[in-house]
């Protein structure tokens, strides 16, 4: 069983920053792909960016690129998302996820087996 606890969320004025943190713990050896994905409210889960665990390859949605960074520190098993530049359309409760695989580009949340309870960001205007 994996664990993914994520924090660091808050209310941001439009422009500022945030950096999100995933910490996983437990069976951390099955998980290969660590990702980021929002919900808004009465939209979908969209995925937000990807990253391999051994490698450190990287994907971002189109949505985001240039704005966000996704990043891991293998001695904390933690998972970052700086985001800069933040928007009001970036408001949305954000879930770290993880699941065995290759690539960062799995984008379908259906494929992830572990997610954590999310953390809300809420950008204001």
């Known amino acids: 069983q994996v664990q993914l606890v994520e924090s660091g969320g808050g209310l941001v004025q439009a422009g500022g920053s945030l950096r999100l943190s995933c910490a996983a713990s437990g069976r951390t050896f099955v998980y290969v792909v660590m990702s980021w994905f929002r919900q808004a409210p009465g939209k979908e889960r969209e995925f937000v960016a990807g990253i391999t665990w051994s490698g450190g390859n990287t994907f971002y949605a189109d949505s985001v690129k240039g704005r966000v960074t996704i990043s891991k520190d293998n001695a904390r098993n933690t998972v970052y998302l700086q985001m800069n530049t933040l928007k009001p359309e970036d408001t949305a409760v954000y879930y770290c996820?993880?699941?065995?695989?290759?690539?960062?580009?799995?984008?379908?949340?259906?494929?992830?087996?572990?997610w954590g309870q999310g953390t809300q960001v809420t950008v204001s205007s």
């Open positions: 996820a993880a699941r065995l695989g290759s690539s960062p580009r799995t984008t379908n949340p259906q494929l992830y087996g572990y």
